[in-house]
């Protein structure tokens, strides 16, 4: 069912029209298409805009002729509304380069006298990765700025040695759609080529075997869909099935426990999990299955000392505990960290000498080192707001344990935790140029809700910055899966404090800063927590004198679009403007869409709006697209990749079309497409650094 639906009258208010180019935006046809769906009815007038190629990545030169002139007639008038910001653009861009001096630069690792380190040189966007044995010379494993050379879009995971040292992997992505080729280099001869040409899942994709003889890599069906591990022989000849999971609802991740006894295959949804073993030694056997899969019950399997353990909330332990298992027989021997609520372990570390883990104590990261006794030691910070990291792949027989810890106003520091006394040693920070940490302020408050829970918020600021309501503030979330947005260290984020804003992360429900209860408090049916959590933030940082109401800008990506979209729905008088990457918001319709790759799998995060009513009513109440409402509306930017299965194109399309059609105000909103990537931009720093700096100048111009 099809009809031309006419177009609203647009009012250009006066502040609108002397901050912004007098640019005509588009106007996309709105063409009615009825969708009935368990009795509801609703009406997709830019359904249109969605296109799914029969096969194949979507690209410039395969996309409808309509499709195509809406995503050029966008790019057009993003060009010309953002045209009046590209000195400021290019001036915060060089001032987050100046201060980046090996920004990615980590101590090397030690595994078997071999030192391996990877770091962005200097003046260079792009990382360059070595080995080198006592004061020997450095050998080039990689320098990706000759590989990216030429290509459109350019992005690597997944760097490893072979455990003999033989050969060194990685997975590249120089299409823009996640799917990787696989590039191996054989250290003998310094020969480098391709080991799996296409359709490999490079993040937790990809490992060799205990033997060095065999990468086991994950493959990706024609719906972006990790579904095989296949085992491939590291000369290229043979390559074999070891695992086909018929589920779209369940994810694959692959890699080897910590002392080379196996390859772990982990099979996992939202609310379950399933792994299986390759013995080292047996590596062409078929795996074996630790614990069948349960709905409820998640679990993750390493190995400690002739034993496996298993990380699990089996048994109502929603934080998760920690059991040994027997290697033989799978059967739990005993536990070795019981169940505490609210204090979730995140990530487990066995070393030879002690087990290590990552947990959070009121909300904050904390190091607890198990030693084989069973005596324990905690290492903590007295930052009011920090991250901690615990690198993977150390090596087993290691003394020490390295963490890495940063803060908003605190570059990373590599720390040496000695396992056997807790003695720390700081082995490498890096190096921020024209920067003093005692210029910055960091504070750790917490806003209440509406329902009062308090919900924290990790502020920066600079030091002695005046509390009178005027200083602008942009203000980041995510609150899904429960991811948390961790306190780092931020070039980018520095930048703008630098220029008189606040930049705050608001930990909203739906990540786990507090817990899997602070996940599940803003998950499916109790998503809304998430919005409101996210406005009380704001208006919580304004009462304070933080900011004020209109000067805050909201900023999210992906599942962090939805929470920016909905909260600008819920109160859109309070935002100078809303920065959308790449962001979730056509809710409802993606949702219904089955084929869609990562459906099945979130089903048990958002609801099924195809089977159960109540999860159709409560997601269209909530979603940002199906709730855009004639209101005043502030200047929104919204970004996005062609070739993005996970969140394509026509959803923020949607978003802004529905926000220009329906917005009383003169605010423009704004479509940037990326016509050569997918989730993510290319990999390189200039380029995460530049789509910042077009963040942060459009979000000024949006409170000048």
């Not at 045209?83 to 030690?110: C, F, N, V, Y």
């Not at 709905?295 to 390493?302: M, T």
């Not at 962001?583 to 084929?595: C, G, K, R, Y």
Request: with cysteine; glycine share 8%.
């Amino acid at each position: 069912m099809t009809a031309m639906l006419a177009a609203a009258p647009m009012t250009w208010a006066k502040a609108a029209a002397t901050r912004w180019p007098k640019a005509a935006p588009p106007q996309s046809p709105r063409i009615s298409h009825v969708i009935e769906q368990l009795g509801r009815v609703r009406d997709d007038v830019y359904s249109w805009m969605k296109f799914l190629p029969e096969g194949g990545e979507r690209t410039r030169t395969n996309i409808p002729e309509s499709v195509a002139k809406m995503l050029n007639g966008e790019n057009a008038y993003a060009e010309a509304i953002l045209k009046p910001l590209a000195s400021q653009r290019a001036g915060l861009l060089d001032a987050m380069l100046a201060r980046t001096a090996g920004e990615m630069a980590a101590p090397a690792i030690e595994r078997d006298g071999w030192a391996y380190s990877a770091e962005i040189p200097a003046g260079a966007v792009h990382s360059v990765y070595t080995r080198r044995k006592a004061a020997g010379a450095a050998e080039l494993l990689v320098d990706e700025a000759p590989r990216a050379e030429g290509q459109p879009y350019f992005r690597s995971t997944g760097h490893q040695p072979s455990p003999d040292h033989r050969w060194f992997v990685w997975a590249e992505d120089v299409i823009g759609n996640d799917r990787h080729r696989i590039i191996i280099r054989d250290n003998q001869d310094g020969t480098i080529r391709t080991l799996v040409d296409k359709d490999a899942y490079g993040y937790g994709g990809l490992v060799f075997g205990p033997s060095s003889e065999w990468l086991f890599w994950i493959w990706r069906d024609a719906r972006n869909r990790p579904t095989r591990l296949y085992r491939t022989s590291v000369d290229g000849k043979t390559t074999a099935l070891v695992y086909e999971e018929k589920d779209p609802a369940i994810f694959m991740g692959v890699r080897r426990t910590a002392a080379d006894g196996f390859v772990a295959l982990t099979l996992s949804g939202p609310d379950t999990a399933e792994v299986r073993l390759v013995r080292a030694g047996a590596e062409s056997a078929p795996p074996e299955t630790v614990w069948e899969r349960r709905p409820g019950v998640r679990y993750e399997i390493d190995e400690w000392n002739g034993d496996l353990i298993a990380t699990t909330d089996a048994d109502d332990a929603f934080d998760m505990k920690l059991l040994r298992l027997d290697a033989k027989s799978f059967a739990v021997k005993d536990t070795l960290v019981p169940h505490r609520a609210g204090t979730p372990i995140l990530s487990v570390h066995p070393f030879a000498g002690a087990l290590v883990r990552l947990e959070r104590v009121e909300g904050q990261h904390s190091v607890a080192i198990l030693r084989p006794d069973g005596q324990e030691q905690r290492v903590a910070f007295d930052d009011p707001a920090y991250a901690v990291e615990i690198p993977g792949e150390q090596p087993y027989k290691a003394g020490h344990v390295l963490i890495v810890h940063q803060s908003p106003k605190s570059p990373r520091r590599w720390i040496e935790i000695g396992l056997a006394d807790g003695r720390q040693r700081v082995v490498q920070q890096q190096p921020v140029a024209n920067f003093d940490p005692d210029d910055y302020e960091v504070e750790r408050l917490f806003a209440p809700a509406p329902d009062g829970e308090l919900v924290p918020i990790t502020l920066l600021s600079r030091r002695g910055a005046p509390k009178d309501g005027k200083a602008p503030l942009l203000q980041y979330g995510y609150g899904s899966y429960g991811v948390s947005s961790d306190p780092e260290f931020s070039i980018p984020a520095l930048t703008l404090v630098d220029r008189g804003w606040r930049y705050a992360i608001a930990h909203v429900r739906g990540g786990s800063e507090k817990g899997r209860q602070w996940f599940l408090g803003g998950r499916k049916f109790t998503k809304r927590n998430s919005f409101t959590d996210f406005i009380a933030c704001a208006e919580y940082l304004a009462k304070h004198g933080y900011t004020a109401r209109g000067r805050v800008v909201a900023y999210g990506l992906s599942a962090g679009g939805l929470l920016v979209g909905a909260s600008m729905n819920i109160a859109p008088t309070l935002w100078g403007g809303v920065i959308a990457k790449v962001p979730f918001v056509d809710m409802l319709n993606t949702m219904s869409d089955a084929a869609h790759p990562l459906v099945p799998l979130f089903r048990p995060d958002w609801g099924d709006p195809l089977a159960d009513p109540k999860a159709y009513d409560y997601i269209a109440s909530i979603s940002p697209y199906e709730n855009v409402a004639a209101a005043p509306y502030p200047p929104l930017l919204c970004t996005a990749g062609l070739k993005d299965d996970r969140v394509p194109y026509w959803e923020p399309a949607k978003l802004v079309a529905e926000v220009r059609y329906k917005s009383t105000g003169g605010n423009p909103a704004i479509l940037k497409t990326d016509m050569d990537s997918g989730h993510q931009g290319s990999g390189d720093l200039k380029s995460e650094y530049g789509e910042k700096a077009l963040f942060w100048a459009f979000a000024m111009r949006c409170i000048a």
